[in-house]
């Protein structure tokens, strides 16, 4: 289930980012590159699924 309708994300995947940016904020605030490849790789996963999700649906 989507966090609303605009934003791919479900809630378990709005935990992962939650975490990873938790870590990033206790490790001086900034993303390591391994962190940004692993929130974009989750996003776009989260895309693929919805646009699938819409072309059957249809």
């Known amino acids: 289930m989507r966090i609303n309708d605009r ?3 479900n809630h378990t ?8 940016t938790a870590v990033a ?3 001086g605030g900034r ?6 490849r692993r929130i974009d790789r989750i996003v776009e996963q989260a895309r693929e699924r919805e646009d699938a999700l819409r072309k ?3």
Request: no cysteine; charged share 25%; hydrophobic share 45%.
């Open 25 to 27: 904020a206790l490790k």
């Open 7 to 9: 934003d791919p994300i």
């Open 56 to 58: 059957n649906q249809k």
């Open 31 to 36: 993303f390591s590159a391994r962190q940004q």
């Open 13 to 20: 995947e709005a935990a992962r980012i939650l975490g990873i």
